[in-house]
């Protein structure tokens, strides 16, 4: 008996062989459609017709449109359909043994360009794509994390190899070159600043080498929420009911702020801690949005004619120190005319009736 023609294993192997054709073909016709038309537009079904092959081949194959475009996003990126990760690549193994510092950084650079090249258009189409798809978005995600894990093997390798200038922060480092070289930072520098692939290249590898060659820049850890700063205080509102008010200055007053600005002043008011207010505070009046008394708008507030002035002691007969007496309520109720025609021109109540304190609307000053 002769030996079989097409033994057992070469058969395997030719099924093999046809099996990664096929797929090599779906992968490109997909690649097509999916930059032509976008995510939500490619079927599997004119996937199958773009490849000339069976739809339940592609269905049997992929099984989901969002497997399959994440199988066309994960070839692009190495290049080919081999089942080598980027760490294993022999462009990424030799940019991580460079015998200079400058070396590994140009190629490394290189690398973040090639991988751009072929797959920055699948980047953009992959990010709208998240959107409407969990799975590519889960997809995303992973990729953002194995993009900084392959940036904190090359970084901790130089450190390792003795390459980074001491003193060096490697996390920092690690942070910074993970954001450089994210796919969102392609789409934005792309789109922003019309950078080409050369453009893209040359600033990874000039602003790697300063990170490490530059300047030291300070790193600030974030700290607890500080207090507003003193020169904001005639800003803050309500101000007049949380501090006395006295003249143009401010002074600590029996409020919850005045007390805590009276503490920060070391008990001795705030005499000369707060600048004068003088031409910020008009006639008393710090709510100048609720007033309308914007700059430019209207004039000085000028005291209206019934109203009850400040609440300062009184020595009318019959005065308790705090209100006025009977001499103070009958000059209120005197000219119930004239406060009339004055709350028709300044937004000022209507009196209640006779016997009645006539209030103001929205008064909230203090003189």
């Known amino acids: 008996m002769t030996d079989d023609v097409n033994p057992a294993g070469e058969g395997v192997t030719l099924r093999q062989a046809q099996t990664a054709l096929t797929e090599q073909r779906i992968l490109a016709a997909a690649t097509e459609l999916f930059l032509a038309d976008g995510y939500v537009a490619t079927t599997l079904e004119a996937v199958a017709r773009r490849a000339r092959v069976a739809a339940r081949t592609v269905y049997v194959r992929f099984g989901t449109k969002a497997a399959l475009f994440k199988r066309v996003v994960d070839v692009a990126i190495v290049g080919d359909a081999e089942p080598v990760g980027v760490l294993d690549r022999d462009w990424m193994m030799q940019a991580m043994t460079a015998p200079t510092l400058a070396g590994r950084i140009a190629a490394v650079a290189a690398v973040g360009r090639q991988i751009m090249q072929r797959t920055g258009a699948l980047f953009a189409v992959a990010q709208q794509?998240?959107?409407?798809?969990?799975?590519?978005?889960?997809?995303?995600?992973?990729?953002?994390?194995?993009s900084r894990h392959a940036q904190e093997v090359f970084w901790t390798k130089l450190a390792d190899d003795g390459l980074l200038p001491p003193g060096t922060d490697l996390t920092w480092l690690v942070d910074s070159a993970s954001i450089m070289a994210a796919a969102e930072t392609y789409l934005l520098v792309s789109r922003m600043l019309g950078w080409?692939?050369?453009?893209?290249?040359?600033?990874?590898t000039v602003t790697w080498t300063r990170l490490l060659t530059g300047p030291a820049l300070p790193h600030h850890k974030p700290t607890a929420p500080r207090s507003p700063p003193l020169a904001l205080l005639p800003f803050l509102n309500p101000l007049p009911r949380l501090l006395n008010v006295e003249g143009n200055g401010?002074?600590?007053?029996?409020?919850?702020?005045?007390?805590?600005?009276?503490?920060?002043?070391?008990?001795?008011?705030?005499?000369?801690?707060?600048?004068?207010m003088t031409g910020l505070r008009r006639n008393g009046c710090f709510c100048r949005v609720q007033c309308g008394q914007r700059a430019g708008v209207r004039g000085p507030r000028t005291?209206?004619?019934g109203v009850r002035g400040p609440r300062t002691p009184t020595q009318g007969p019959g005065?308790?120190?705090?209100?006025?007496?009977?001499?103070?309520?009958?000059?209120?109720?005197?000219?119930?005319?004239?406060?009339?025609?004055a709350s028709s021109s300044r937004d000022v109540r209507q009196s209640p009736g006779p016997g009645k304190i006539l209030r103001p609307a929205k008064i909230l000053h203090v003189d």
Not at 196 to 204: E, I, K, M
């Open 319 to 341: 005065g308790d120190g705090m209100r006025p007496g009977p001499a103070g309520w009958a000059g209120q109720r005197a000219s119930g005319a004239a406060r009339t025609a």
């Open 129 to 146: 794509a998240a959107a409407v798809e969990p799975l590519i978005a889960a997809a995303w995600q992973e990729g953002r994390e194995q």
């Open 196 to 204: 080409d692939l050369d453009a893209y290249q040359d600033w990874l």
């Open 250 to 276: 401010l002074r600590g007053g029996s409020g919850a702020l005045g007390a805590w600005l009276t503490s920060r002043a070391g008990g001795a008011g705030l005499a000369g801690v707060v600048p004068d």
């Open 303 to 305: 005291p209206i004619e």
